[in-house]
């Protein structure tokens, strides 16, 4: 729809984002003292090699409403941060992430597409928050061993805290299958850094 009728994705989008700040200007006010982090949305632009729709799909029909919601929530609560959960390989579009008002990214899948960490942080730095990308969940975490999840961590959570703006986690979920060690591993490490 985006790319056959996006007039009709842009009222869409319209509709839910007036609907949304109208619920904002009720709750926020209210709540806002106790909302630390707001989950803006969670949609997931990225496959594991590149966005799901062009650049230009998000700077257009989806970045000017995202925009608006968050604006709306720093004006409602000007504590409260702004949250966007997204998998995959969305580097390409970082820039106009943080166009649309997110504090926060999550998760840095760096892994997914052709970029580092390391690239993903200094495009980030000191614009954004980023939520994660500690270990890779689905390499190392489950197929490594403890040093292999050790090194990982030391190695991309020394990078990744440099001037603030980064929540250490792991990239994703982690699975049940997990050895427990491994988990003790990425926060311990992690901790000692």
């Known amino acids: 729809l985006c790319l056959t009728e996006p007039e009709f994705?842009?009222?869409l989008h319209?509709?839910?984002?007036?609907h949304a700040i109208a619920q904002m200007e009720r709750l926020l006010p209210e709540l806002g003292p106790c909302i630390d982090?707001?989950?803006?949305?969670?949609?997931?632009?990225?496959?594991?090699n590149a966005t799901i729709a062009s650049p230009q799909i998000y700077h257009d029909l989806f970045m000017p409403y995202y925009?608006?919601?968050t604006d709306a929530i720093h004006a409602l609560a000007p504590e409260t941060k702004t949250f966007l959960h997204s998998c995959g390989a969305i580097y390409d579009i970082l820039d106009d992430i943080i166009?649309?008002?997110f504090d926060a990214l999550n998760p840095v899948q760096w892994m997914a597409g052709t970029r580092r960490w390391a690239e993903w942080k200094?495009?980030?730095?000191?614009?954004?928050?980023?939520?994660?990308g500690a270990v890779n969940t689905q390499e190392t975490l489950p197929l490594?061993?403890?040093?292999?999840?050790?090194?990982?961590?030391?190695?991309?959570?020394?990078?990744?805290?440099?001037?603030?703006?980064?929540?250490?986690c792991a990239i994703h979920n982690i699975l049940a299958e997990i050895e427990p060690e491994k988990v003790i591993a990425l926060y311990r490490t992690a901790a000692s850094l």
């Open 144 to 168: 490594g061993t403890v040093k292999d999840v050790e090194k990982e961590v030391a190695e991309v959570v020394s990078y990744m805290k440099q001037d603030g703006g980064y929540v250490c």
């Open 37 to 48: 982090v707001y989950m803006c949305s969670a949609d997931d632009w990225g496959t594991q």
């Open 122 to 132: 200094d495009k980030a730095r000191n614009r954004i928050a980023l939520w994660g």
């Open 9 to 11: 994705v842009a009222e």
């Open 14 to 18: 319209d509709i839910t984002i007036t």
């Open 67 to 69: 925009k608006r919601f």
């Open 99 to 101: 166009d649309s008002g």
